[in-house]
């Protein structure tokens, strides 16, 4: 009995400081999520807008490309068969034109929790089974000899049945492995005892899983980016006018290579 109390005890300071640290993480995770909301916002208004009307003209050139090509064979004589696709538009349908997709489209800094399947419950095993039994026929309380005796029964029966519900095998090993009448607190121990390591594992798993979220946001692109931002703001620059000028420029050498192009095939 003393050294389960010892391991409740124990198990209660952990989880204490674990639930402080789910809360530290989950304050943490939330100002991580502001602020790339806050730097995608403005990333978006200033450069986002240059994303589609580049690939609108990439789209246009790579049009007029095909329709030089084909005007080309045309005249060399030969013609296509029915569902024919160039090796170029094969490629782009295949490789550039998913990385263009995820080019236009910032990370989004709130990851969304996957739904997990509906599980079978899990079948009751037979050792469980015939414990479960066993135990109940010692200490069922229709067995007793007196009202102290069906008090006590009562008591336990009910602590049985709720190990049994929550397939506590263990907490009714440890019931019958008594052969004297046994203390009847000491199976609500047994039981709080594993109702806290259960509680404990799922702290850790969660206190894992945070760490991994956080982990996800420190080195995500969106925040690559704007740890760069705050770098060359350090240096009087201004890293989303310098992007929009790039794109600026790119959009207009595009541009007028759809010019020349529309020229030359028309």
């Not at 204490?16 to 602020?35: G, K, P, S, Y």
């Not at 995608?40 to 007029?64: H, P």
């Not at 206190?207 to 969106?222: A, E, G, V």
Request: glycine fraction near 2%; hydrophobic fraction near 35%.
């Amino acid at each position: 009995m003393d050294n389960i109390q010892q391991q409740i005890q124990m198990l209660q300071t952990e989880i204490a400081a674990d639930e402080v640290t789910v809360a530290t993480l989950n304050a943490e995770i939330q100002d991580l999520q502001a602020e790339l909301v806050d730097f995608k916002q403005r990333y978006d208004s200033a450069v986002k807008s240059l994303f589609g009307r580049i690939e609108v003209v990439k789209d246009a050139i790579a049009e007029l490309e095909e329709k030089r090509k084909q005007e080309v064979l045309r005249k060399a004589g030969w013609n296509p068969p029915e569902g024919y696709e160039s090796v170029e538009e094969q490629y782009r349908r295949k490789w550039q034109k998913p990385r263009e997709e995820a080019a236009r489209t910032a990370s989004d800094p709130h990851q969304v929790p996957l739904q997990m399947p509906d599980l079978p419950p899990e079948p009751v095993s037979p050792d469980l089974k015939k414990l479960y039994h066993q135990l109940a026929r010692r200490y069922h309380p229709d067995h007793a000899i007196d009202e102290a005796d069906r008090k006590y029964r009562t008591k336990l029966m009910a602590q049985i049945n709720a190990a049994y519900a929550d397939k506590d095998l263990a907490s009714l090993k440890t019931l019958a492995d008594h052969p004297e009448k046994v203390n009847v607190e000491e199976p609500l121990a047994v039981l709080q005892l594993r109702q806290l390591q259960q509680k404990s594992r799922m702290l850790r798993q969660q206190i894992f899983d945070l760490k991994q979220q956080q982990q996800s946001l420190l080195h995500c692109d969106l925040m690559k980016l704007k740890v760069e931002e705050k770098l060359l703001k350090r240096q009087g620059r201004d890293l989303l006018k310098e992007l929009a000028a790039e794109w600026e420029a790119e959009y207009k050498t595009l541009l007028q290579k759809l010019y020349d192009l529309r020229r030359e095939v028309q």
